[in-house]
Each structure stands twice: as structure tokens, then as C-alpha cells.
């Protein structure tokens, strides 16, 4: 499932929203848990996970080409948990999927 | 931030009233769900990609009293930042 596809779900079941209003709201949901992490806030959306950042601190690296020694500064990375309910959700009917 | 802040925004930016912007909000959660309990992977570009990985059975033991047991094999979701994502959060 992409993104395109959500919109298309969403302007199927909400009828009287236009296909770009569609996309607005798709948008405008990753937008917020985007924007959120920026500042440093993390999301936490019931029943399905939270986003927070996680710091990679710096560290040496190398040129595999060279194999010269690199510094990599230190960076904030997008990390996702998932909820309960999801982890749940997906191993539901364990017997079936083992 | 939190399910009814990101419904707050869809309400303002989209012009739908607050119960609607709820409803779509949770909608839009709910078939990514499903689409992840079918094992399908949910991109989203220009954010990143949620993946289902199934994990073999594995050892583990009891912190508290060292036993050692059997961690059944499960499936697990994944989610990877896209370049993206990744960079607006560090600019």
C-alpha cells in the first residue's frame, strides 16, 4: 500500500471530500508526527505506535573506497515503536502463520 | 503530540469539523493496520516505509530468574525513515 493509495481510500469513504481534500488529510497526518519529531516532540497514537528520535551519537567512520578514516557527526534518526495493540493484531492467529 | 492534536490540524487544514477529522484520522490508521495485518508493507513517500517481518523462534530468558525459555516466532512491524524524513529532522 502506498500513500496514492490511502488518499484513494480515503476519498472512497469520505464522499463528499474532494480527491485533493483527500490528500490534505493524508498529508496532513504525516506532516504532523513529522513536524512533532522536528521539534523534538514525540507521537503517540493509541493503538497503533509512537515516533520519537532517537540520537546516534558521532562517530569514526570510513571510506570503503579508501578506507580513510571519516567523521560522522552526531544525528537525530525517526524511530517507531509499535503499540500493543498492533503487535497483538499481527500475531492473532499465530498457529496460521508459523 | 497525540491522535486528537493531528485531528485538530486535518480540521483546520482541511476544513472538516472536529468529529469528522476524528473519524478520518482514525480511518486512515485503520487501514494501514489492516493492510500490515495482511503482511503488506505501507510506503509512504517522502516519510518512510512500514514493513512485517516474521521472526523465527529464538532463546531468551527470564531477567528475574535467569531461566531460560523459548521466545515463540512472531511477526513484528518495522518502520524505516525515508532519506527524507531523516534530513528534516536534522536540518
Same mark, same amino acid.
Given at each position: 500500500?502506498?500513500?496514492?493509495?490511502?488518499?484513494?481510500?480515503?476519498?472512497?469513504?469520505?464522499?463528499?471530500?474532494?480527491?485533493?481534500?483527500?490528500?490534505?488529510?493524508?498529508?496532513?497526518?504525516?506532516?504532523?508526527?513529522?513536524?512533532?519529531?522536528?521539534?523534538?516532540?514525540?507521537?503517540?497514537?493509541?493503538?497503533?505506535?509512537?515516533?520519537?528520535?532517537?540520537?546516534?551519537?558521532?562517530?569514526?567512520?570510513?571510506?570503503?573506497?579508501?578506507?580513510?578514516?571519516?567523521?560522522?557527526?552526531?544525528?537525530?534518526?525517526?524511530?517507531?515503536?509499535?503499540?500493543?495493540?498492533?503487535?497483538?493484531?499481527?500475531?492473532?492467529?499465530?498457529?496460521?502463520?508459523? | 503530540?497525540?491522535?486528537?492534536?493531528?485531528?485538530? !490540524?486535518? &480540521?483546520? #487544514?482541511?476544513?472538516?469539523? /472536529?468529529? $469528522?477529522? *476524528?473519524?478520518?484520522?482514525?480511518?486512515? !490508521?485503520? &487501514?494501514? #493496520?489492516?493492510?500490515?495485518? /495482511?503482511? $503488506?508493507? *505501507?510506503k509512504?513517500?517522502?516519510?518512510g516505509n512500514?514493513?512485517?517481518?516474521?521472526?523465527?523462534?529464538?532463546?531468551?530468558?527470564?531477567?528475574?530468574?535467569?531461566?531460560?525459555?523459548?521466545?515463540?516466532?512472531?511477526?513484528?512491524?518495522?518502520?524505516r525513515?525515508?532519506?527524507?524524513?531523516?534530513?528534516?529532522?536534522?536540518?
Amino acid at each position: 500500500m502506498t500513500k496514492a493509495h490511502l488518499i484513494e481510500k480515503v476519498a472512497e469513504k469520505a464522499q463528499k471530500l474532494s480527491r485533493r481534500d483527500a490528500e490534505k488529510v493524508v498529508n496532513c497526518i504525516f506532516d504532523a508526527i513529522r513536524d512533532a519529531l522536528k521539534k523534538g516532540e514525540k507521537t503517540e497514537i493509541r493503538g497503533f505506535g509512537s515516533f520519537r528520535l532517537r540520537i546516534r551519537r558521532n562517530k569514526d567512520g570510513r571510506n570503503p573506497k579508501t578506507g580513510e578514516t571519516v567523521p560522522v557527526p552526531q544525528k537525530r534518526m525517526p524511530f517507531f515503536k509499535p503499540g500493543k495493540e498492533i503487535k497483538e493484531l499481527l500475531n492473532q492467529n499465530q498457529e496460521v502463520n508459523q | 503530540m497525540r491522535k486528537a492534536d493531528i485531528a485538530n !490540524l486535518v &480540521c483546520e #487544514k482541511v476544513g472538516v469539523s /472536529k468529529t $469528522e477529522a *476524528v473519524e478520518l484520522v482514525e480511518y486512515v !490508521l485503520e &487501514c494501514m #493496520k489492516t493492510e500490515l495485518q /495482511k503482511g $503488506e508493507p *505501507v510506503k509512504i513517500a517522502g516519510f518512510g516505509n512500514f514493513t512485517v517481518r516474521s521472526k523465527g523462534e529464538r532463546k531468551g530468558r527470564n531477567p528475574r530468574t535467569g531461566e531460560e525459555i523459548a521466545i515463540t516466532p512472531r511477526r513484528v512491524v518495522t518502520f524505516r525513515a525515508s532519506q527524507l524524513f531523516k534530513k528534516y529532522v536534522n536540518s
